[in-house]
C-alpha cells in the first residue's frame, strides 16, 4: 500500500515533541516511519542508548504508545514477555478491548542490537514471537560518547579507536546483521535508509503485519558521532544508498530483493556512486582525506563492493 | 515560552508520568541558533518537511502548512534542506 502524506499529516504523530535527541538527528523520524506505517495498536520497548534515554528524561515521557525499558541487552527479551504476556491475558479473556491485535515493537541502537544485544535478539527471533524489531544503525555506541562498534566502518575515528600517527581509525569491517537474522529463518527481514520515507513505511508496515518475527535495520546518520552539520541526515542517507554503502535490500521467506534506487543501480539503470562521495563530508572520515590515506579509502571502497556483490548475487542477479 | 517544570512536592508519588507524551510540556527551542522562516507564498504543501523534521514541529492547519513550532525546534535545518521550493530558510537567531 502506498502512503500518501496528505493523510498521514491528519494523523497522531506517535512521539511527541520535547524530547532531548540531538537537532538534527533522524532517529524520531525513523520511529515516526515505523509506527505511522499501521493504524494498529501498538507496544514497545527500547534497548538503552539515545533514543531510549532522551525520549524519557523523567518526569517527561515523548512515547505516545505503550513503552518499556528494561536494560541495554535485552529490548528483543523485553518484547518477548510482552507478547508472552499479551497472549496470557487473551487466553483467560482479560484482554483490554483496545489492545486487541496489537503489535509489539523493539527498538534498540546498533551497539544493543549487533552486540549486546544479539543472543536476546537471536533467542527471540527463535522462539518465533509475533514482533518486528528495529535497530537504528548510527554506526557506534553514540548516548556513552562515541564508542567503536561492530556496526562501525573501516577508518571512522571514534573515541575507542582514535585516529593518530599509527592509528587510521577502525580497522576492521562491519557485521553483517542481515545475514545473521536471515539465518534465523524469519519470515520477514529488511534493510531501509530513512530518506526513502515510503521504501521504509512500506516495510514497516510489512514487517508488523507479518506473522511472527521480523526485522528492520535502519540507517540513521548521527550529527556528533559523525561530526556533521546538523541538516545532513536526509542527504547522508541518499548517499549511503547511492553508494550502496547501505543497500536498501528485502528478504521475505528466505527469497532476497533489492528495493528503491538499490533496484535501480542493480538494474542498471543508476550509476553507482563512489563511497568517498559519502564519506568526504563526515568528521570521522577527514583524516583519511587530510592525511591523503588513499590506501585505506580503497580499503573502505573494496569492502563495499564485496558486500554490494553478495546482496546483489543474493537477489538474484 | 513558559516552561512547566514540577518541583518535587507536585510530582505524582512514585515518579508516576500520568500523561502520556507530557515531553510537549518540555521546550527545546532555547538550543536552536537558528530559526526556519517559512515563506507560505513559495510553499506548495508537499509535506516532506513534515516527514523529515525530527521534532515534530512543522505546524499544519487545515492541509496548509502555517509556519513551526518554535517551541519545540531545535533550529537543525532538516525542513529548509528538503525544501523543494526553497519555502523555509534558516535565520539566526537574535537574542
Ligand atoms: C550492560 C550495560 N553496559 C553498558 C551500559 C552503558 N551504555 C548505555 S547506552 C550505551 C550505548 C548504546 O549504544 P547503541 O546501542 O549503539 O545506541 P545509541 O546510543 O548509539 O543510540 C552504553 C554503552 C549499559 N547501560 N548497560
Known amino acids: ?317 | 515560552m513558559k516552561e512547566q517544570k514540577k518541583s518535587w512536592n507536585e510530582l505524582p508519588i512514585g515518579g508516576s508520568i500520568l500523561e502520556a507524551g507530557n515531553s510537549k510540556n518540555y521546550f527545546t527551542g532555547t538550543w536552536r541558533t537558528f530559526k526556519p522562516v517559512h515563506n507560505a507564498k513559495l510553499c506548495i504543501n508537499c509535506y516532506f518537511c513534515w516527514m523529515h523534521c525530527p521534532d515534530d514541529s512543522i505546524v499544519i492547519e487545515n492541509g496548509k502548512v502555517t509556519g513551526m513550532d518554535l517551541d519545540h525546534c531545535k533550529g537543525c535545518g532538516v525542513c529548509a534542506e528538503v525544501c523543494p521550493k526553497k519555502a523555509i530558510t534558516m535565520e539566526k537567531e537574535e537574542k
Not at chain 1, 48 to 66: D, H, N, Q
Not at chain 1, 198 to 223: H, R, W
Not at chain 1, 278 to 295: E, I, P, V
Open chain 1, 1 to 317: 500500500m502506498a502512503f500518501l502524506l496528505k493523510d498521514l499529516i491528519k494523523k497522531q504523530a506517535p512521539l511527541a515533541s520535547g524530547h532531548r535527541m540531538c537537532a538534527g538527528c533522524p532517529a524520531p523520524v525513523i520511529v515516526k516511519q515505523v509506527l505511522m506505517s499501521t493504524d494498529h495498536p501498538k507496544v514497545c520497548t527500547n534497548a538503552t542508548g539515545c533514543l531510549e534515554v532522551a525520549t524519557t528524561i523523567f518526569p517527561f515521557t515523548s512515547w505516545k504508545v505503550p513503552w518499556l525499558h528494561i536494560a541495554f541487552e535485552n529490548s528483543a527479551a523485553a518484547v518477548s514477555g510482552v507478547e508472552a504476556a499479551y497472549h496470557g491475558l487473551a487466553n483467560k479473556g482479560e484482554l483490554p478491548e483496545d489492545m486487541k491485535n496489537a503489535k509489539f515493537i523493539a527498538f534498540g541502537g546498533d551497539g544493543g542490537t549487533y552486540d549486546i544485544g544479539i543472543q536476546a535478539l537471536s533467542g527471540a527471533l527463535e522462539r518465533g514471537h509475533n514482533m518486528l524489531y528495529v535497530c537504528y544503525d548510527n554506526e557506534g555506541y553514540m548516548n556513552t560518547g562515541i564508542q567503536r562498534s561492530s556496526a562501525t566502518p573501516i577508518g571512522a575515528n571514534t573515541t575507542t579507536t582514535p585516529v593518530g600517527s599509527q592509528s587510521y581509525g577502525k580497522r576492521e569491517i562491519r557485521k553483517d546483521l542481515l545475514s545473521i537474522v536471515v539465518a534465523h529463518h524469519i519470515p520477514y527481514a529488511a534493510t531501509c535508509a530513512p530518506h526513502d520515507w515510503m521504501d521504509g513505511m512500506k516495510k514497516s508496515q510489512k514487517a508488523i503485519e507479518t506473522e511472527g518475527p521480523a526485522f528492520l535495520n535502519y540507517f540513521s546518520p548521527c550529527i556528533p558521532g559523525w561530526k556533521i552539520p546538523a541538516d545532513a541526515w536526509r542527504k547522508l542517507s541518499e548517499l549511503a544508498v547511492k553508494t550502496c554503502f547501505w543497500p536498501l535490500i528485502e528478504v521475505e521467506n528466505g527469497k532476497w530483493s533489492l528495493t528503491g534506487e538499490s533496484k535501480r543501480i542493480a538494474d542498471g539503470k543508476a550509476e553507482k556512486v563512489p563511497a568517498v562521495e559519502f564519506m568526504k563530508n563526515q568528521g570521522r572520515f577527514k583524516h583519511l582525506f587530510t592525511q591523503k590515506k588513499d590506501d585505506v579509502l580503497a580499503l573502505i571502497q573494496a569492502d563495499i563492493d564485496r558486500s554490494w556483490d553478495f546482496y546483489r548475487k543474493m537477489a538474484g542477479y
